[in-house]
């Protein structure tokens, strides 16, 4: 806990949390008041401060605001449908594919879940989705800060439907072009909110070459990579073919399994892989909920005793990392068979917030409440049915809150969310927005696993 309790120089804060509880980065919580100026927290303390602003809240608890480290905003339009399936849309035929979306409907839809995310306490998403050059502005328009990257992939996505992966050393070439210039163009804009990362879709899906590629580009411009890891037995079985050896393995030898690295799901890893992963540094992205839908947990706990650092993140699935932290802690659980006193609801909080500023690179800045960090917070309502009586506050959240408790959101200093009103944007024309892009890319389907239902269905 830092607590900073002398008298605010500078004149009066900009924002004063009054009355409310606190919950510091060991898991502990106690009442305090929180002072914000510009983006910063910039009092923690006991006494009332003078503020141009003071929001008394008590029945209210105030945490770090949530870190999403691995999520496609704009992969919504299979909601619903795609954990039915067994696995993830881009290798499932009978789904509509992201390489078929526009840009208009490309930021139609991630402006749905970046909003969605930020309405459920998640104030930074690791996002990398199609069209992200087209997406990118629109999804900081919600207030939410961004770590963006389009989906960087050599594969043609089309032959990987149909059973095979079939490559073009060109496409790659033109993707690097442009995730070159979407880093020149974008990191550092909207005031910092806005930032870079690049997204190497998977080991099977990009060449060695563009791998090394975007490892040549990431250190360049000092930036995380995101990929999946170990997702399905497919994926293992492919890479070993044709490359005779794990995806972990092929990545580490590439130079991409490292501390920039965030690694999602990393299911399918036998004790070489995740020993590797321990000692690499490389960051483990937790995908708990959607893992689990499609039958499969990745060995955490195993992960976790190597070495690895974990972070949360809720991937294709909606974007309530509160409920993401009770199935971690509960898989958790259920790997080791009994409750110990080293995976508890600290531990998946940590996981939900400063693991995954760590993660991004920004464990100084983000993740935590104290004094110089950036005021991204979430702030729940206690005062709740299902949240009553209070007695762990951090228990409690994890055990029985949900993303709807989340009653307002601070990114940068600056309400976004306030009594679960979007103040930013205008949820309805968003909705409908993205629900017109849902229509159109279902249309485009040519044989779907279900029938799309008529408008009038889907409009009530």
Known sequence: MSMHDAPVSNGP???????????????SARAAQL??????IAYLGDARPAATRTLSLPGRVV????????????LNFVRGVAPDCGFAPSYTPGLPQASWLDAEEALALSRLGALEALRA?????????????????????????VFASQRLADVDFASVLAGERRFDRARGERQLERAAAFVARWAGQANGRIQAHLTAHAPDTCSVALLEDIATLARR???????HLAQSTDEVDWVRQQHGRSPVELLDE???????????????????????????????VHIPLG????????????????????????????????????????????????????????????????????ALGWDARLGTLEVGRLADLAIIDFRQLHLTPRIDPLGNLVHNATGSDVECVI??????????????????????????????VWRRCPNPLRPYPSVSTIRS
């Not at 002072?35 to 910063?40: D, N, V």
């Not at 690694?263 to 590797?276: L, Y």
């Not at 200093?413 to 103040?423: D, F, T």
């Open 221 to 227: 411009h000092d930036l995380p990579i995101s990929t």
């Open 411 to 440: 990114v940068d200093g600056r309400l976004v969310i306030e009594q679960g009103r979007a103040l930013c944007v205008d949820e309805q024309q968003i909705r409908a927005d993205a629900q017109r892009a849902v229509d159109a």
């Open 121 to 145: 306490g998640c104030t930074t998403l690791a996002d990398s989705f199609v069209h992200a050059e087209a997406t990118v502005e629109g999804i900081a328009q919600t207030g939410v800060r």
């Open 13 to 27: 804060l900009d924002l004063l949390i009054a009355d409310a509880t606190l919950i510091f980065a060991d898991g």
């Open 35 to 40: 002072g914000i100026r510009g983006a910063h």
């Open 63 to 74: 945490t770090p605001g949530f870190v999403n480290a691995h999520y496609h905003a704009g």
């Open 291 to 358: 893992n689990a839908i499609s039958g499969r947990i990745a060995p955490t706990r195993r992960l976790l005793d190597a070495g690895a650092p974990l972070c949360l993140a809720t991937d294709t699935m909606h974007g309530d990392m509160i409920e993401v932290m009770r199935w971690a802690l509960a898989m958790g659980r259920l790997q080791a068979g009994a409750v110990g006193n080293d995976w508890q609801p600290s531990d998946v909080f940590a996981m939900a917030t400063r693991h995954g500023a760590a």
């Open 254 to 284: 590439i130079g991409l399994l490292d501390g920039r690295l965030l690694a999602g799901h990393c299911i399918h890893v036998d004790d070489a892989d995740i020993a590797r992963l321990g000692r690499s540094g490389a960051h483990v």
